[in-house]
T-cell receptor, first 118, second 117 residues
Framework: AQSVAQPEDQVNVAEGNPLTVKCTYS??????LFWYVQYPNRGLQFLLK??????LVKGSYGFEAEFNKSQTSFHLKKPSALVSDSALYFC????????????????FGAGTRLAVHP | ETGVTQTPRHLVMGMTNKKSLKCEQH?????MYWYKQSAKKPLELMFV???????ENNSVPSRFSPECPNSSHLFLHLHTLQPEDSALYLC????????????????FGPGTRLTVL
């Protein structure tokens, strides 16, 4: 079955410390992976994606993610957390069972709440 | 902002009301999506339109009726809703391969917070 797992409901980190939000996936074929962030009362904002190429992907707001094929993981990282990074983070993978040139279907994880403390 | 707008941002309606949610994308995309986000549940894909044609309808109750009059606009018509339909409704758009440049990325609007009394 195709799925995305975010094993931590919440991650707590002190401001200035590095942060990691974990994501593992299960999909047939090559994975297309995404990270989104959601602030309170807002929609999902795209952070970064991995389609192909370098395993380390850099995105918005200083975030990056590392694709690890052997561990089927795509963890989100930031070297130095800010209080303003506190939000809900979603990992997603394109559903490879489905293919259409006109659109795509994403499978989302349940989300991880990141709390950055001053 | 992402280039996807949704109105209204908040909506309170009774179970017998009829209302509509509106989504507009200014990105030139050719696919649009409706999602439902409920507390403690994963994001649920409701409908997908590609080139103004409905291509996905994920077992959504008939009290939800989508409409896509053109590639920039998407509506969700609501009637005789239930309290369990209270949620954040998100619209998204993406660029399909048809135009020669597929990015696979979906861009989301800010959502409409719906409360059904």
């Amino acid at each position: 079955a195709q799925s995305v797992a975010q094993p931590e409901d919440q991650v707590n980190v002190a401001e200035g410390n590095p942060l990691t939000v974990k994501c593992t996936y299960s999909v047939s074929g090559n994975p297309y992976l995404f990270w989104y962030v959601q602030y309170p009362n807002r929609g999902l904002q795209f952070l970064l994606k991995y389609i192909t190429g370098d395993n380390l992907v850099k995105g918005s707001y200083g975030f990056e993610a590392e694709f690890n094929k052997s561990q089927t993981s795509f963890h989100l990282k930031k070297p130095s957390a800010l209080v303003s990074d506190s939000a809900l983070y979603f990992c997603a993978v394109r559903d490879s069972r489905f293919f259409s040139g006109g659109y795509n279907k994403l499978i989302f994880g349940a989300g991880t709440r990141l709390a950055v403390h001053p | 902002e992402t280039g996807v707008t949704q109105t209204p941002r908040h909506l309170v309606m009774g179970m017998t009301n009829k209302k509509s949610l509106k989504c507009e994308q200014h990105l030139g995309h050719n696919a649009m999506y409706w999602y439902k986000q409920s507390a403690k549940k994963p994001l649920e894909l409701m409908f997908v339109y590609s080139l103004e044609e409905r291509v996905e309808n994920n077992s959504v109750p008939s009290r939800f009726s989508p409409e896509c009059p053109n590639s920039s606009h998407l509506f969700l018509h609501l009637h005789t809703l239930q309290p369990e339909d209270s949620a954040l409704y998100l619209c998204a758009s993406s660029q399909g391969e048809v135009s020669g440049t597929e990015t696979y990325t979906q861009y989301f609007g800010p959502g409409t917070r719906l409360t059904v009394l």
